[in-house]
């Protein structure tokens, strides 16, 4: 079992979360963090430190959201590991909460 990052960590990634890991399970890319599901310990402590209400465990994830399960497990292997907080994106607080920002995610 893993806790996933979903949409609405995109085009914010507040970082908050990445303090509080003790695994060290999250992986930074140019709009978007995920967690590699294979160091994640379960342990719930990114949850309520995250502004966008991102993360969510593998199996309470919800409706619509499914497909961050397999977008987390691939990113976290093309992108590397971070393990210390920094700024958030410039437009954080103003998209926080926008639905659907799947189509800015930027993979590369
Ligand atoms: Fe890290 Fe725990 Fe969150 Fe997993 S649930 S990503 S181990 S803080
Ligand atoms: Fe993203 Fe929330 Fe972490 S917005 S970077 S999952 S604190």
Do not use: R
């Not at 399960?69 to 990113?75: K, T, W």
């Not at 926080?96 to 995610?105: C, E, T, V, Y």
């Amino acid at each position: 079992m893993a806790f996933v990052v979903t949409d609405n960590c995109i085009a914010c990634k507040y970082t908050d979360c990445v303090a509080v890991c003790p695994a060290d399970a999250f992986h930074e890319g140019p709009n978007f963090l995920a967690i590699n599901p294979d160091d994640c310990i379960d342990c719930d402590l990114c949850v309520p430190e995250c502004p966008a209400n991102a993360i969510f465990q593998e199996d309470e994830l919800p409706a619509g959201q499914e497909q961050f399960l397999e977008l987390n497990a691939e990113l976290a292997q093309l992108w590397p590991k971070i393990t210390e907080v920094i700024a958030p994106l410039s437009d954080a607080d103003k998209l926080n909460g926008l639905p659907h920002k799947i189509d800015q995610l930027i993979v590369e």
